[in-house]
């Protein structure tokens, strides 16, 4: 069975500075999706950004970026010029190819401070 | 283009009643997707549907049940409530199956069971 793991329930950054969301994965399929969800307080969930696991670019959004290695299962988010906005819960998730299942991870809480 | 709505936003129900959760996917997609999030257990996926076809089932007991119609929307039910039912109920639309599809969520309705 798939899983997602997430190993930090909480981080907290400085206004303008980077950080780094961990999140590492668990599968057996050969094609898969890795997404990067935002969860403000009004509790709507956002897509952030996504990565195809047989493209070996890392995928970029703006100010949001992965690294995305495969062998090592492993897939974080960075955030780079933290926004007041940014704050909120972030999910890594999975999908399975040829489905729209998503498997979520447990979340971290992404506070950041003025 | 209007988003993803969920009927009702807020729900309180007794042990032993049953409910009907809505959720009217954007224009022009065929699928949905179901999940439950409560503190606990975190993001659980609960049913897909395309084309009025179920084509995913969660782990989940027997009382949740689901459907879509033609126009798309979708319905879920969940029966003989139990506290444990209590969470946020998010619904996902998109066009089709599979990760290069995005995932479009409503705003989730609440059920608290009591």
């Known amino acids: 069975a798939q899983t997602v793991t997430q190993s930090q329930p909480e981080m907290s950054v400085q206004e303008a500075e980077t950080v780094t969301l961990s999140c590492t994965y668990d599968?057996?399929?050969?094609?898969?999706?890795l997404f990067w969800y935002k969860q403000p307080p009004s509790r709507q969930m956002i897509l952030v950004i996504r990565?195809?696991?047989?493209?070996?670019q890392n995928a970029t959004e703006n100010r949001f970026s992965v690294n995305f290695q495969k062998a090592a299962k492993s897939f974080s988010l960075k955030i780079s010029d933290s926004q007041l906005g940014d704050a909120a819960m972030y999910f890594c998730?999975?999908?399975?190819?040829?489905?729209?299942?998503?498997?979520f991870g447990t979340g971290t809480l992404l506070a950041v401070q003025p | 283009k209007a988003g993803v709505t969920q009927t009702p936003r807020y729900l309180i129900k007794t042990r032993g009643q049953q409910v009907t959760l809505s959720c009217s996917p954007i224009?022009?997609?065929?699928?949905v997707s179901w999940y439950q999030q409560t503190p606990g257990q975190g993001l659980q996926f609960l049913f897909e549907y395309f084309s009025e076809t179920q084509r995913n089932k969660g782990n989940f007991p027997g009382r949740f049940s689901g459907r879509q119609f033609s126009n798309s929307r979708s319905e879920m039910n969940v029966s003989t409530l139990e506290l444990g039912d209590s969470a946020l109920y998010l619904c996902?639309?998109?066009?089709?199956?599979?990760?290069?599809?995005?995932?479009?969520f409503g705003p989730g309705t609440r059920l608290t069971v009591t």
């Open positions: 599968t057996s399929e050969s094609d898969y999706y």
């Open positions: 990565q195809e696991a047989y493209k070996q």
């Open positions: 224009s022009g997609h065929r699928s």
């Open positions: 996902a639309s998109s066009l089709a199956i599979g990760g290069t599809y995005e995932q479009y």
């Open positions: 998730a999975y999908l399975a190819g040829a489905t729209n299942k998503l498997i």
